[in-house]
T-cell receptor, first 115, second 115 residues
Framework: AQSVTQLGSHVSVSEGALVLLRCNYS??????LFWYVQYPNQGLQLLLK??????LVKGINGFEAEFKKSETSFHLTKPSAHMSDAAEYFC?????????????FGTGTRLQVTL | NAGVMQNPRHLVRRRGQEARLRCSPM?????VYWYRQLPEEGLKFMVY????????ESGMPKERFSAEFPKEGPSILRIQQVVRGDSAAYFC?????????????FGPGTRLTVL
């Protein structure tokens, strides 16, 4: 069984400040981990993914995440927030075989960026 | 190179009617997933299909819901006798399948409103 916990349903940062969105996972198999972004009334866009290669993963739009097995975490960071980063962010986990390939999502974190 | 296509984008049905949602995966993708997003919630897995096969339907309600992915044509998610609680955004995702990292690409979604 797999699950994801995203701490903080709403996060507000100033433009130019560090963005930190937290994600902890639980998985009975070696996990694949993902961060997706969703803008209002749109589908999900993949930001980055971890699939057992490098533990520090770089994604699009300046985002990166670090897989920490000992902490079962996969937090998303960006050094400097931009107004265009305001959106909902979802962390997701899947297994690495067959029926485990379905994504299990967290409840999401809404990021607000203020001037 | 077209992405995942879903239609219709918006669908309005009265209670008791049928809703039929379509999903065309990305070119070269033979794995399709359906997810449902209720208002203010994350996405929940419904069903995983490959051509002519249902691989995992553990997230599908036991009644009124069915899905197919025929040899030719789009994947169809069918909801019979819709009720107000079916109002949600339904997202389709496609992938090449494991072991290529299970990267799933999402369509723009169908927003179902049941009156």
């Amino acid at each position: 069984a797999q699950s994801v916990t995203q701490l903080g349903s709403h996060v507000s940062v100033s433009e130019g400040a560090l963005v930190l969105l937290r994600c902890n996972y639980s998985s009975s198999v070696p996990p694949y981990l993902f961060w997706y972004v969703q803008y209002p009334n749109q589908g999900l866009q993949l930001l980055l993914k971890y699939t057992s290669a490098a533990t520090l993963v770089k994604g699009i739009n300046g985002f990166e995440a670090e897989f920490k097995k000992s902490e079962t975490s996969f937090h998303l960071t960006k050094p400097s927030a931009h107004m265009s980063d305001a959106a909902e962010y979802f962390c997701a986990v899947s297994g690495n075989s067959g029926t485990a390939s379905k994504l299990t999502f967290g409840t999401g974190t809404r990021l607000q960026v203020t001037l | 190179n077209a992405g995942v296509m879903q239609n219709p984008r918006h669908l309005v049905r009265r209670r008791g009617q049928e809703a039929r949602l379509r999903c065309s995966p990305m070119k070269g993708h033979s794995h399709v997933y359906w997810y449902r997003q209720l208002p203010e919630e994350g996405l929940k897995f419904m069903v995983y299909l490959q051509k002519e096969n249902i691989i995992d339907e553990s997230g599908m309600p036991k009644e009124r819901f069915s899905a197919e992915f025929p040899k030719e044509g789009p994947s169809i998610l069918r909801i019979q006798q819709v009720v107000r609680g079916d109002s949600a955004a339904y997202f389709c995702a496609s992938s090449r399948g494991l072991p290529e990292g299970n990267e799933q690409f999402f369509g723009p979604g169908t927003r179902l409103t049941v009156l």
